[in-house]
């Protein structure tokens, strides 16, 4: 089946630092990837959608200036996290649809971003 | 919430058990997914039920869709220890189009006890 990895896991980085999530389709070419990040014990809430050679589209809310998004190429979306706070401190997740299919979405395994 | 809710929110059984699971939604859809959360991990894709279908089965897993009342059903029978996880349904907002972008339920937590 398509598998989506993240990277890293788990990181740790100090106020005001940026951080930088690598969200790569190993073994399929992903048109579209999309970025969720999820509080403790809550649901996935959808930030971005990111498209292969364009700007990521962003939902109502989240600051593009503080959620970078760069889609370079069919198999790699990274989200960057610029000037970290504590309160960005959260689970992101991203996924990833193959172009024959948009319906089916393959995940990533997520990220713990812990801001200190 | 940007989807409905699911209920209940938390859920405990013995192993053998059936679980059920409840999503509602406000919109008019074209599909309904379930996904499975292992605590602190990705989501994995379960079942996808069209708006045209009624009841649709994998393995353990049975899910119900009702279009009148905007609602759906996760049962899972004859569960295991290995079961407990969060189950999240999911659906593409009216507008969409093809964009693939989903949006989430708030999600059962399962516990199964062995």
């Known amino acids: 089946g398509a598998v989506v990895s993240q990277h890293p896991s788990r990181v740790i980085c100090k106020s005001g630092t940026s951080v930088k999530i690598e969200c790569r389709s190993l073994d399929f070419q992903a048109t579209t990837m999309f970025w969720y990040r999820q509080f403790p014990k809550q649901s996935l809430m959808l930030m971005a959608t990111s498209n292969e050679g364009s700007k990521a589209t962003y939902e109502q809310g989240v600051e593009k200036d503080k959620f970078l998004i760069n889609h370079a190429s069919l198999t790699l979306s990274t989200l960057t996290v610029t000037s970290a706070h504590p309160e960005d401190s959260s689970f992101y997740i991203c996924?990833?649809?193959?172009?024959?299919?948009?319906?089916?979405?393959?995940f990533g395994p997520g990220t713990r971003l812990t801001v200190t | 919430s940007q989807q409905g809710e699911e209920d209940p929110q938390a859920l405990s059984i013995q192993e053998g058990e059936n679980a059920t699971m409840n999503c509602s939604y406000k919109?008019?859809?074209?599909?309904l997914q379930w996904y499975r959360q292992n605590s602190g991990r990705g989501l994995v894709h379960l079942i996808l039920i069209r708006s045209n279908e009624r009841e649709k089965h994998s393995g353990r897993l049975r899910v119900t869709l009702d279009t009148s009342k905007k609602s759906s059903s996760l049962l899972i029978t004859a569960s295991r220890a290995a079961d407990t996880a969060s189950y999240f349904c999911a659906n593409f907002p009216p507008g969409s189009g093809n964009t693939g972008k989903l949006i989430f339920g708030q999600g059962t937590t399962l516990q199964v006890k062995p």
């Open positions: 919109t008019s859809i074209n599909n």
């Open positions: 996924s990833a649809s193959q172009p024959s299919s948009s319906y089916e979405q393959y």
